[in-house]
């Protein structure tokens, strides 16, 4: 599979597993989970055509570790982003490290500023652990900005956390007072 494949092909699961299974008639259970071998089907018969070996290396190899098979590979779904609101991924609550970052771009500030993190059409905010990969989010729309979010006063004020099976911290909000902006 060549570079240009693997990216169109994880593009595909990503709108597939986290946003329109019903674009090709995809049914995800409760968890996001889908089969592998309707996943292929159903893929193919939409113009998009990989093998379960090919499957098996976008998996494998995306950078953020976006996708997840069950563990006989039978199933397939995407660790977290959904705006299903039919799909649960994460249940169990855990207690974050005392600060989490937030990769955004300038013209997103002003409304952080009035309304905090806000979930917008997923079902939480997103939330890193290290700079490095809030740089990288932010970096998708241009010049990243880097919020530090008080994670820990956050918790003690009762705010859940959730901790995706590829490290991404999850929150339903960040209020602006959990929120640094002083370099801003």
Not at 22 to 39: F, P, R
Not at 73 to 98: C, D, F, M, W, Y
Request: hydrophobic share 35%.
């Amino acid at each position: 599979m060549n570079e240009k494949d693997l990216k169109r092909t994880s593009k595909f699961l990503s709108l597939i597993l986290r946003h329109q299974p019903e674009k090709i008639g995809l049914t995800l259970d409760t968890h996001g989970w889908a089969s592998v071998d309707e996943l292929i089907k159903k893929s193919n018969s939409n113009n998009i055509s990989f093998t379960k070996e090919e499957l098996d290396f976008v998996v494998r190899t995306n950078d953020k570790q976006r996708f997840t098979f069950n563990e006989d590979k039978t199933k397939i779904r995407a660790n977290q982003g959904h705006s299903l609101k039919n799909v649960t991924i994460v249940t169990e609550t855990k207690t974050p490290p005392p600060f989490l970052y937030h990769g955004t771009v300038a013209k997103f500030i002003p409304s952080i500023k009035e309304n905090g993190l806000q979930k917008m059409s997923r079902q939480h905010v997103h939330l890193s652990s290290d700079l490095e990969t809030a740089k990288k989010v932010g970096s998708r729309r241009g010049k990243p900005i880097i919020l530090t979010v008080q994670s820990d006063h956050m918790h003690k004020k009762g705010f859940k956390f959730f901790l995706s099976e590829n490290g991404v911290w999850l929150t339903n909000l960040v209020p602006t007072q959990f929120i640094k902006f002083e370099d801003l």
